[in-house]
């Protein structure tokens, strides 16, 4: 069976944020100069048609948006692999260690063999991928499936992992995810988790975690966490959006909290682009402060919307738009610098938010 991938470039029609002549010169000038860094990306390349997903990943056979990330202007980007689990459950919260294991490594086994794109496991590296002019990829998971073997997080610490959600949208041996009708926190062996990925050095991610588990990751954790692809509550009530309570309890602890451009998840309007990401951007500057905001996209490389009707069962009606325009891919990662400039933002300020707050942030906590 072939399976027909999707376009890693110009998928869809996909707007270039405008900037005036000054601010086109500030943009390639900041370009050259920027750490452009996203704490949630999906590299992998989807097919086509997104009903053929479980069969292309059973298949071992795996494309990686080497192309759309280098088209973005991405000094690096994180993995957040997962897809495989999709084997042996149609559930993403319940996937097996073992199939997010091999790939990791089929993932890596590819990116040895790649010239212009190199593993990289901390903003060290990722400063010299910058410099070198090369993009890195740093492994990281949606969240972790290791059921109750805390052995497992040594395991991926060894194959390169150095960032990883807790949960997904349902409960696990560590915790309750955002979706669980009761929220009873980390468990005892979340806290053990929790513990061991400080002692490691890998950063430790509560984007799907419910709200007492991101609380007690918080507090449990002895370095800073991440929300890595969320948005503001207060802007969206949506289920995967967090309060302020929260957001500000993580960047008080010295936390990055990463703003999402999930088509359908900031907007009901049928035709949705960058400016409802970027006024969450601007909600959570003025709520934790610029140090402590960063990109986390949630992009794929592939019909984002598809997969959510498609494996998330989400209905029509739940899916307005077609794609978020100026946003749609990792392709499309200078418009967010771009979208910075045209809202004002300082050069200062968009380096913080397009990678330099995200380097700070892995020196807090990677080893």
């Known amino acids: 069976m072939v399976i ?3 376009q890693q470039i110009n998928r869809v029609p996909s707007m270039v944020v405008p900037l ?3 601010q086109e010169l500030r943009f390639q000038h900041l370009m050259e100069q920027v750490t452009l860094v996203d704490v949630h990306q999906h590299p992998m390349v989807l097919p086509e048609e997104m009903e053929e997903l ?5 298949s071992n056979e795996y494309s990686w948006g080497y192309q759309a990330v280098q088209h973005g202007g991405w000094t690096a980007v994180t993995t957040a692999n997962f897809y495989r689990g999709l084997i042996n459950t149609p559930d993403l919260s319940m996937v097996d260690f073992e199939d997010v294991l091999q790939e990791v490594a089929l993932m890596l086994s590819d990116l040895a063999r790649q010239e212009k794109v190199v593993k990289v496991g901390n903003a060290d590296g990722i400063e ?3 410099q070198q002019g090369l993009v890195g990829f ?3 998971l949606e969240h972790l499936a290791i059921g109750d073997e805390l052995n497992r997080v040594d395991i991926l610490h060894a194959v390169g992992i150095r960032l990883a959600g807790l949960t997904y949208n349902r409960k696990n041996y560590i915790g309750d995810g955002q979706y669980e009708r009761n929220d009873g926190g980390l468990s005892n062996f979340g806290i053990a988790v929790v513990q061991r990925m400080n002692e490691l050095g890998m950063a430790i991610d509560i984007s799907h975690a419910s709200y007492l588990t991101a609380m007690d990751a918080i507090k449990f954790s002895q370095t800073p966490v991440t929300f890595s692809h969320n948005a503001a509550f207060n802007l969206r009530p949506a289920p995967r959006c967090r309060n302020d309570e929260e957001l500000k309890a993580c960047a008080d602890n010295g936390g990055l909290v990463a703003v999402t451009a999930v088509p359908n998840s900031l907007s009901d309007d049928p035709k949705q682009d960058i400016e409802c990401v970027m006024e969450h951007y601007d909600y959570m500057v003025k709520l934790v402060g610029i140090d402590h905001v960063g990109i986390g ?4 490389v592939g019909n984002h919307v598809a997969f959510h009707r498609v ?7 739940q899916l307005p738009a077609p794609y978020l325009d100026g946003l749609e891919s990792p392709a499309d990662g200078k418009n967010i610098v ?5 809202r004002g933002y300082s050069d200062e300020d968009t380096t913080k938010i397009a990678g330099g707050n995200a380097l700070a942030f892995f020196r807090r906590v990677m080893n």
């Open 20 to 22: 005036d002549k000054e």
């Open 311 to 317: 494996v998330l069962g989400r209905t029509p009606d």
């Open 338 to 342: 771009r979208a910075l400039i045209r």
């Open 54 to 58: 479980t069969a292309y990943v059973r």
């Open 297 to 300: 996209t949630d992009t794929s």
């Open 4 to 6: 027909k991938l999707a």
């Open 138 to 140: 740093l492994p990281t």
């Open 128 to 130: 010299a991928v910058k």
